[in-house]
């Protein structure tokens, strides 16, 4: 199937490598324009450009801080020029740090809920305005299993992905009680082959030792049902999926993307 989301308009942040690159790629392959914000403006320039080569005219870049109320304001009302308009917002941008409840300083906790979780506010309210004028229109957030299922140790970001979740339901009611045509769901992966793995090799993770690439993904994916890890596409499909019409019906709900680790 191509064009599953042909004539679209999107918004894709946290783009300039693993998931939101896939996702923007995906975006693109499958019709529609997309807008690749990050913070690094080189790094989405970069995959602008890639997606361009591929599928001419398709992709346009902006430097984001997703923590910035006024910059997320001026890449929207740029992208809504640059695309000729915005239906479907991907809040992807994240990060993970942090530990225990003892052991995460306040800064880093501030910090992860502000890129995670604030981002994803600031988002959504400043790209209704304009989406609802394009509508219907689809808005996808990047939650995580940990906002579903705790570990003793990820306090920052099972905090800040579980407000992700709840807060998406609450979007999705809000835009359907106003009759916007607008949805809003949550994507919730597990482990991904993505570069945010890099951490784990060079540098261990709490008490853990660094470890090869190999040996990391293969102890990850024992944690699996499945048996190994996800890679980007799986994330990216099920992306396109909630962004494209097929799903007109589905709003307010989370999709899962744990290789059966919820099921448990």
């Not at 890890?229 to 993307?257: H, M, N, P, Q, R």
């Amino acid at each position: 199937m191509t064009g599953r989301v042909s004539g679209k308009m999107a918004f894709v942040t946290g783009a300039a490598q693993g998931i939101g690159e896939a996702i923007a790629f995906k975006l693109a392959k499958e019709g529609a324009k997309v807008t690749v914000a990050d913070i690094n403006e080189e790094g989405a320039t970069a995959v602008s450009k890639k997606i361009n080569d591929q599928f001419p005219g398709k992709a346009f870049s902006v430097a984001l801080d997703v923590t910035s109320e006024d910059q997320w304001k001026e890449s929207l009302d740029r992208s809504e020029v640059s695309m000729g308009g915005l239906n479907i917002l991907v809040n992807n941008a994240g990060i993970s740090a942090g530990s225990t409840i003892e052991e995460t300083d306040y800064e880093t906790f501030q910090n992860v809920m502000k890129i995670d979780t604030d981002s994803v506010f600031l988002g959504s309210k400043y790209a209704i305005p304009i989406m609802k004028k394009y509508a219907p229109g689809s808005i996808v957030n990047t939650s995580s299993i940990s906002g579903l299922i705790a570990g003793h140790n990820m306090v920052a970001y099972n905090t800040a992905k579980a407000g992700v979740w709840l807060m998406s339901k609450s979007i999705a009611l809000h835009c359907a009680r106003q009759g916007y045509q607008i949805r809003c769901n949550t994507i919730h992966p597990t482990f991904i082959d993505t570069p945010i793995l890099d951490g784990w090799l060079t540098g261990g993770r709490g008490d853990r030792p660094p470890l090869e690439r190999d040996e990391l993904l293969s102890k990850l994916g024992k944690q699996v049902p499945l048996g190994v890890v996800g890679d980007t596409d799986d994330v990216a499909y099920a992306v396109l999926y909630l962004a494209s019409d097929e799903s007109k019906f589905v709003t307010g709900s989370e999709l899962k993307i744990d290789g059966g680790i919820s099921a448990m």
